[in-house]
């Protein structure tokens, strides 16, 4: 089992490039599967849970290759409904593949997908709206039989949360539906719009992405594309609250700002400075920030709850109190274990956290239990006085590519051993 060694107290200096997005690359990975022909999908990020779904792809008979940030993928001829359970408890996006094969070939077989420990993580809102699309889904213990009696049709899907992977569902379901499907309450986060735009350019009719109502105009066929997947905004939170956390100065290159609105905005309250010209962001860190205050979570465009941990990293040495309200998961403090052992000063009750910043943090043997809990981690690690070593690795290399590299490179003392 690797680990992370980190030196802290080093100011993070220097620039980087963020990498593709996770959030991103994994609907569009199951979307693929609709194209009868090739998708040449660029800016890929290589992380556990990309090979995780290129395992799905290659089982349901796709020919995938993946090198250097491009990934192509055939899906002329998927021959397999079925996914095996060894496959589908790698990560929580594989149940976006029940909306894929039922769209391509009429029905599909699988269990319960995995993920991160956050919450119970229930699919009741995607099994809804696949119904409301004609599918007849029969759960014989634990595995899920899919059928399209009927054929799929356009429906109304009222989601009555705002979830990302259930308006993911209905949005690859519905390209391949027979009329139209109106998706109403749909979640509106920027990897919802990059999903619309690769279907789009698949030959789908998806209209209104980004807000909260999306209306989808099946077709019979989509044929591949080429798509370049959007930057990972939860990366780039991460490295922000790396140089927060350690009055630091970077600039990352390959973003979207204004997808970092919410996360931005509070480093600036905290006093740090923030310059973006084009896809490049530079931020200043003072010796110490102000502690940020009440950090809601929230569906997009509010504060995302993937930067949560991170930032709470950053709360923990910062001048000041802090509330978090964790609202979108029920159980995302894993990370707090971590942080006390380190010197934090936190109080979890239910869904608020408070944090008392502390001058310092000192260097523990710490153990993720989640993939932005590790992040978290990393964030106290950068700002702690002595040596942090951090196991449990398999979390966080589900969604960060060589985070030892681009810490390194932004002046980190970091090596994975
Ligand atoms: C996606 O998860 C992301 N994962 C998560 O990122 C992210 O935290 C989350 O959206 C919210 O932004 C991927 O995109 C692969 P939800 P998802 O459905 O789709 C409840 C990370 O760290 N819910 O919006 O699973 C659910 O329990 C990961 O990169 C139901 O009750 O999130 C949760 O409380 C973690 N029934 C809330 O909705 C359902 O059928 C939000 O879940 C579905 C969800």
Redo the contacts with the bound molecule.
Sequence with gaps: MSRLIINGLKRLNGSAKVQGS???S??ILSAAVLCSGESVIHNCPDLS?VRAAINILRFVGCKVEFSGGTLVCDSSNIRSCHIPDSLMRE???S??FLGALLARLGEAEMCLPG??E???????????ALEELGADIRDDHGVFRCTVPNGLHGGKIAL?????????NAMICASLADGTTIISNA?R?P?ITDLADFLNSCGANVYGAGDGTIVVDGVSRLHGTSHTIIPDR?AAATWLSCAAATAGRITLHDVIPSHLAAVTALLEDCGCTVYTAGTSMTVNCPRRINAPGVVRTM??PGF???AQAPIMSMAAVSRGTSLFIEN???N?YHHVNGLLRMGANIKVEGRAAVVQGVPLLHGAQVSAL???GAAALITAALAAEGTTVINGLLYLD??YESPEEVLSRLGADVKRV
């Design positions: 996770k959030n991103s994994l609907p849970d990560m929580r996006s149940i976006l993920g991160c956050i919450g119970p993580r229930p699919i009741d809102l995607h099994l809804k009555s949360f705002p979830s990302v992977g259930a308006t993911e979640a986060e990897e939860i569906p997009y995302p709850t993937d979108i998961f029920e995302r989640d993939l932005r589900r969604g």
